[in-house]
């Protein structure tokens, strides 16, 4: 292949890179992956039709800001679901095991579409996904507040559906236009901690006031009517989002954005469906989807039953419960951005990992074993700063362990499509446990155990396989320092061609079809799970 030419504004003779500096490679379609490598973040290109090819920072910011006002929406509903379990039971005239339905429909609806929906949103491009994503998402919710005022539980059921139709394309989409901006260890995991800090105080601010606004208007439907003008806002956020999308393509050509350690390009969008990357994500991809399988959804389950389980043990209101709840979930958003920030600069993502597996097994086993007040303050602490480290590095931790951005989207997918699974599973098994438990968190509390503990085993395990003793490279990498990342892109370029080639493909492939089967085994039980709990779930 011939050598890379790039033109510096400002200089008279183009930069010459060769092969090995620029990292390049052609993709099975003869089209360029990869096209040269440039740390220089100060230096403004431009290509040949007068385009920039050097997006600007303040571009980058902007766009930040942008999706994460519309993260922040839908991160305030989310926050309401769980606050108003109380009211809902009683409201709706509801059991444990039907809230765990209804919250199951939701992840049912994700397991069966979020891969599909993966695939698309890298063919589609994120900013095109989030708009037609979140007006579903905001014509669910108009159904799901008028179920809710009308009492009728099987009409709520239906209007989740659509809900959840539009909640699984933004879920993906957002992370994908933060992967098409940003690479490693150059703004990547900080970009997704100032996101996911403001969508915590989205979350805290919609947990909190979800009661409050219950009580003082007399009817817990007017807390959901209260989304849906949150979600009208998301809207129009969106739209301007897009615009703005529309206005860069304009501006800066297809090089603009690239991993200066790689020299790989970061793409919006494909030109076809995926489907062999998609097959063949390599093997610590899956290390970290197996990771968040627990401690995700550890997070996520005890989550949605914070309020209820704050009720019980403090002998409070719902609404100081929603406070409480939230406080000890949210209260960590200052740390988010601050971790963010850490990994891009000192990396040790398996490191972090392990920490927030010791915090949810400290956290779940205080509340099992200490059934005093201060015990389960104290659980509820080590929850807040675990729950407040795993979102932002489990995430940066896959875009990492990939080879090509360019099938982000599809990857994130997995890693929805496994929680929501596990969810399903995991919360009709509690709410069954939990009407046969005179209403107690009693029992429940060992299933959340065990899934802390798993989180806990998997996060020791990745940081002996990180070592240099066993994977330096593959599974090392997600320990590496920008500055060591920025001076081993060669070497990431050649591991990544090691890994495409020979025997180690061949494994490599049969690992990744065997991980793919595993979920979709896993899959089919969660949906098993979900029509039994459609046919017994009316039954006290």
Known sequence: MAATDASVEGQQTPVRVSDTEAGVMEKETGTPRIISVNGDDTSSLRSAGGRKTKVTLQMKIISVVLVSLIGFGSHWSSGVTGAMKTALKKGMGINNTQYALLDATDNFIKSVLIITTGLYTDRLGGAKTLVWGNALFTIGSVLVAAATTTRNFKFMLGAMVIQSLGDVATQVAQYKVFSSWFAPSDGFASTLGFELGLGKIGSFVGQTTANVIATNLGDFSWTFWMSVVMNVFTNLVTVVFYLFTRWCNKHYSDGGK???????VLTENNRKLEWKQFSRLPWPFWCVIMFTGFQTTCASVFGSNATELAEQRFHVSSIKAGFYSALTQYMGFFLVPLLGMFIDVFGQRLSVMMVCGTGMFLSMSLIMWAHTMSGTAAGFGFYAFAVSLGPTVIIDAIRTSMWYQDVFGSAYAIKICLNNVMS??????????????NDTYNHVIIVYVILAAGSLLIGLGLVVGGSSFVSPIELGRLQWSRKKRFAGGDKINEA?????TGIRAVWNRRFSMFSLVVLFVLTLGAWACYFWGVATGHND
């Open 496 to 500: 990544r061609e090691a890994f495409e």
């Open 258 to 264: 690239s991993d200066p350690a790689t020299g790989e």
């Open 424 to 437: 399903i599973i995991m919360r009709i098994v509690t709410g069954v446990i939990q009407d046969h438990d």
